[in-house]
């Protein structure tokens, strides 16, 4: 065969043939990550109803073959001298995660949950490691790993690398539609009732979320933060006031409102409450699914159909009180406000060391009381004459560690699971922790209420709690929260919502809890939350809307 021209060969230069293709490496990693890290995947299949065993292979076979072309194309256009194990590596890390998190906890991996996982702290994190994941990382990573960067890659240069990386993705690109063609009919079917399904394809799921991440700034500038309410003025009720409203706002982390005992729950998880005239709505339901989706849509004026949508960042609740003249206060005992408290006074406890209260790396929930007729008297006077909003951001039932969330005084319900891996628990001892957590939690709602009573003499107080989002303890194999709202399970999503208002408050604001007992049952949601605010602290303004508040038809101002 004659050699190509002189120019040719200088134009595509060749290293000598030694070691292994990269187009091999490609392939034999890409089988490695589609069958090995997706066996959450498969088991969901297998797991899924009316499916008999040959309709579940195709669909392992299909499944598998597309996860497996769309990961050659992705690493064919990657397969470069300097990049290719580097990826590849990362590549296998990502799927040994995410294969991980997915057969733990029954988690899946979206956009909330990737933003989620990036918001947060170090003693979350350190609250999830365990002896099962570092076994799961050297198994499906470490071992591949440790193999590739042993391997000998052949490797050519110029041109020919270029030509050989363009016709490896298109021929895996041809394959992969190929596929889809010849299967479009039952994957589409499967894919569209069971929509869960598209988000267990490891790592692609990942990726896909973090290249949504990288598309938002495209949508909206998030560095920019629009005004909202600045033509909030004080209602009639605060004209001749004798004592301004106190108002203390606590949100909760992972409380799930069937384990209230308020709520009907059989066990007595909130003996402190049921002490107390509060009530309690038994149909609340949260934005999100997680502290990072919920918490920042909760304070918006938004609600959860258009937050996510919104083209701009508004202020929110916190900033339309300020507005208004009130003096504010955001209390953090957990990993931060996720922005909703960055332009009010605020003040991290979780950090604290307080005997009893912060004896490990954390801080319990109490430790938010300590001091805070201080951090009170230290806000403006002319805004504490008007009226005053203190938040209260717990660490609440937060997991998996709930054995932490609870001091060994409330541990009632024993044995606990003291495990972070939560399905090598039995049920019991791990329900057995969580609702520790919640009857902790109705410890300091009564002591901030006792509180709240101790300030009668000055100011006229009332108490609102409610929770983030839920949790899932297990039920159909899914621990934890984090799941997309349109699959969550009910119990990730169903929080409770707790009212107490005094005597001072109750003729100031011409609303009765009688009154709101009488409407437990009613539908209530996240997307309320704002409009209630305001409309307890009678705070006028044009983003107020009465029909979105939750208190205005028991109230008579």
Same mark, same amino acid.
């Given at each position: $065969? ?11 230069? %060749? ?24 066996? !959450?995947?498969?088991? *969901? ?10 309709? /579940? !292979? ?13 990961? !050659? ?28 998190? $997915?057969?733990?906890?029954? /988690? ?98 990942? @990726?896909?979320?973090?290249?949504? $991440? ?12 629009? #005004? ?15 004592? +301004? ?7 909760? *982390? ?29 149909? !609340? ?16 004026? @938004? ?11 508004? *202020? ?38 307080? +005997?009893?209260?912060? &004896? ?21 006077? %002319? ?9 209260? =951001? ?5 997991? +998996? ?6 001091? #060994? ?33 109705? =410890? ?24 983030? =989002? ?25 929080? +409770? ?5 005094? #005597? ?32 307890? $602290? ?10 979105? &508040? ?8």
């Amino acid at each position: $065969m004659p050699l190509p021209p002189s120019s040719a060969r200088t134009l595509l230069p %060749e290293y000598p043939a030694k070691g292994i293709r990269q187009l091999w490496v490609v392939l034999l990693a890409s089988l490695w990550i589609a069958t090995l890290c997706n066996v !959450a995947l498969w088991r *969901e299949l297998a797991r899924l109803p009316g499916l008999d065993f040959g309709q /579940v !292979a195709l669909l392992d076979l299909t499944l598998g073959l597309v996860i497996a072309l769309a990961t !050659a194309a992705l690493l064919s256009l990657l397969a470069w001298r300097w990049t290719l194990k580097p990826v590849i590596t990362l590549f296998l890390l990502s799927a040994a995660l995410g294969a991980y998190f $997915m057969l733990a906890y029954g /988690v899946v991996i979206d956009k909330t949950m990737m933003v989620n996982t990036m918001q947060t702290d170090v003693h979350e994190t350190r609250d999830l490691l365990n002896w099962r994941l570092a076994a799961t990382l050297l198994a499906l990573a470490g071992l591949p790993g440790f193999f590739l960067w042993r391997l000998e890659v052949r490797r050519k240069a110029g041109g020919r690398q270029l030509l050989a990386n363009a016709l490896s993705a298109l021929a895996a690109s041809a394959l992969l539609v190929l596929v889809l063609v010849l299967f479009f009919q039952s994957l589409a079917s499967v894919m569209r009732n069971n929509t869960q399904l598209r988000y267990l394809i490891n790592p692609l799921n990942s @990726f896909y979320a973090l290249g949504s $991440m990288a598309t938002r700034p495209f949508q909206r500038n998030d560095s920019v933060i629009l #005004p909202l309410g600045e033509d909030a003025t004080l209602g009639a009720s605060y004209a001749g006031q004798a004592k +301004p409203p106190l108002l203390l706002l606590v949100l909760g *982390e992972t409380a799930r409102s069937a384990n209230f005992a308020l709520n009907g729950y059989a066990r007595p998880t909130t003996p402190e409450l049921a002490r107390e005239n509060v009530a309690s709505q038994r149909n !609340a339901w949260s934005c999100g699914t997680s502290t990072a989706a919920s918490v920042p849509c909760m304070f918006s004026d @938004f609600g959860r159909a258009h937050y996510e949508s919104r083209t701009a960042n508004y *202020e929110g609740l916190l900033d339309v009180l300020q507005h208004a003249g009130l003096a504010v206060l955001w209390l953090d005992n957990q990993s931060g406000c996720k922005g909703v408290c960055d332009r009010v006074p605020s003040v991290n406890t979780s950090q604290l060391k307080v +005997p009893g209260l912060c &004896d490990g790396d954390e801080c319990l929930d109490e430790v938010m009381l300590q001091g805070l007729d201080e951090r009170m008297a230290a806000l403006p006077a %002319e805004r504490r004459a008007r009226g005053v909003v203190l938040v209260m =951001h717990q660490m609440g039932s937060h997991g +998996p560690a709930y054995y932490k969330r609870s001091p #060994p005084a409330f541990k009632q319900f024993l044995p606990e699971c003291t495990d972070n891996a939560l399905q090598s628990c039995g049920r019991d001892a791990l329900v057995n922790a969580y609702d520790n957590s919640i009857a902790y939690t109705d =410890h300091v709602l009564g002591s901030a209420i006792q509180w709240l009573k101790a300030q009668q003499p000055h100011s006229a107080p009332a108490l609102l709690y409610l929770s983030d =989002h839920g949790e899932s303890l297990g039920e159909n194999n899914l621990y934890l929260h984090g799941m997309p709202y349109a699959v969550a399970p009910e119990g990730q999503k169903r929080v +409770p919502w707790i009212t107490w208002l005094s #005597p001072d408050f109750e003729q100031r604001s011409q609303l009765t809890t009688a009154c709101l007992q009488q409407q437990l049952d009613r539908p209530v949601s996240h997307d309320n939350y704002f409009h209630s605010v305001l409309g307890l $602290m009678d705070v006028q303004s044009r983003v107020y809307q009465p029909a979105l &508040d939750l208190y205005a038809p028991c109230s008579r101002l």
